[in-house]
């Protein structure tokens, strides 16, 4: 793996050894998964109209998927951030509010951040286009 992604993936907190491990040492298929995950704006944005619609059941099974994906990837500021919002959700029915629920508030922001974060740090080195995802 090139010395400049190595530092820039270990910079968004993806420990290499453990996560190559998990794709058993394939960096291009490693790669090809990042990429194609960092690039899926459509579950983030699924996942905020789920909110804004109080759909909590839904929103708790797309958040828990992509917190898999992440994890998987070895993105743990992601991962963190999705890990949040997941217990967050758990247990949430749709009558719910944020404000009557134990857990606070049902806030995407810290996942978005985590995920420009990402986005930012690997854009040049993955080919991920000009423009952060909104």
Known sequence: MDAHV???LES????IDVTMARFLD???L???????????????VQLSRQ???NDYPTAFDTVHTL????????????YGALSGLTEALRGTQPSDSPAASANAA???SPVLA???????????????????PS
């Open 30 to 44: 490693y790669f090809k998964y990042l990429k194609q995950s960092l690039e899926d704006e459509d579950s983030f």
């Open 114 to 132: 985590a995920r420009d974060e990402a986005f930012d740090a690997l854009r040049d080195d993955l080919d991920l286009g000009n423009d952060t």
């Open 106 to 108: 049902f806030d995407v």
């Open 26 to 28: 394939n960096e291009d």
């Open 6 to 8: 190595k530092a820039q």
């Open 67 to 78: 917190k898999g994906v992440f994890g998987n990837l070895g993105l743990t500021h992601l």
């Open 12 to 15: 968004i907190g993806v420990d």
């Open 51 to 53: 909110l804004e619609e």
